[in-house]
């Protein structure tokens, strides 16, 4: 069966550090992977996805940057975090081929508190 | 692109009462429209789906119609119960590699 995996759950991180938040996705091959934010009453916005190694879609300009480097990894990364950039944020893949009409399975989320 | 607007943002409903959910969608090439359901701390969960050739669908308590004129969706949820307490969301698709996703709604069902 498929699982997905992400880490860290929690961190707390001062403004203008980096961060990194990694996600790997277990049982498939070739998945969409995507990387969505949930902040207070602005719902799950989507940041990034990816078709393919190293093909990354920005949706919202940011400070935020993704990186695909293996088939099933995903990685969200900052040079420098922004008190706006704190928020839970939620990995997620689906499988290839199926865009539109397949689940969406999301990872256990990442919450991020910037201060 | 694909904007979806979802209300109410909060429901508060008496147990054994049905609770309804809207949406409503700007590209009318949208043609899929899931909804999930997210409990306090844990992950975004599917619940149930509909497409874009179906107007309504059923899955027990719950159920999805679509308006494709109007360019809108609910979800309803009949004989709430307790453990239906959670924010749920709408999202629709245009057929793309992405979801767009409604605001959420915070539902609590009140004993």
């Known amino acids: 069966s498929q699982t997905i995996h992400q880490w860290p759950a929690t961190l707390v991180q001062p403004v203008g550090s980096p961060l990194s938040l990694e996600c790997t996705v277990e049982?498939?091959?070739?998945?969409?992977l995507y990387w969505y934010r949930q902040a207070a009453g602005r719902g799950l916005q989507l940041l990034f996805y990816s078709v393919g190694i190293g093909q990354i879609s920005s949706e919202v300009p940011q400070n935020l940057s993704a990186s695909r480097p293996q088939d099933r990894q995903f990685i969200l990364s900052s040079k420098k975090l922004l008190l706006s950039d704190s928020g839970f944020y939620l990995c997620?893949?689906?499988?290839?081929?199926?865009?539109?009409?397949?689940?969406?399975?999301f990872g256990e989320g990442s919450r991020l508190t910037v201060l | 692109g694909e904007n979806v607007e979802q209300h109410p943002s909060t429901l508060s409903v008496q147990e054994g009462d049905s609770a309804v959910i809207k949406c409503t969608y700007s590209d009318s090439a949208s043609n899929y429209f899931p909804w999930y359901k997210q409990e306090l701390g844990k992950r975004p969960q599917l619940i149930i789906d509909i497409r874009s050739n179906v107007g309504e669908k059923k899955d027990q308590r719950i159920a999805v119609t679509l308006n494709k004129t109007a360019k809108h969706f609910s979800l309803h949820i009949t004989e709430t119960q307790p453990e239906d307490s959670a924010v749920y969301f709408c999202?629709?698709?245009?057929?793309?590699?992405?979801?767009?996703f409604g605001q959420g709604t915070r539902l609590t069902i009140n004993p």
């Open positions: 049982g498939t091959s070739n998945p969409n």
């Open positions: 997620a893949w689906s499988p290839l081929g199926v865009p539109s009409t397949g689940e969406l399975f």
């Open positions: 999202a629709a698709s245009t057929g793309a590699q992405k979801l767009v």
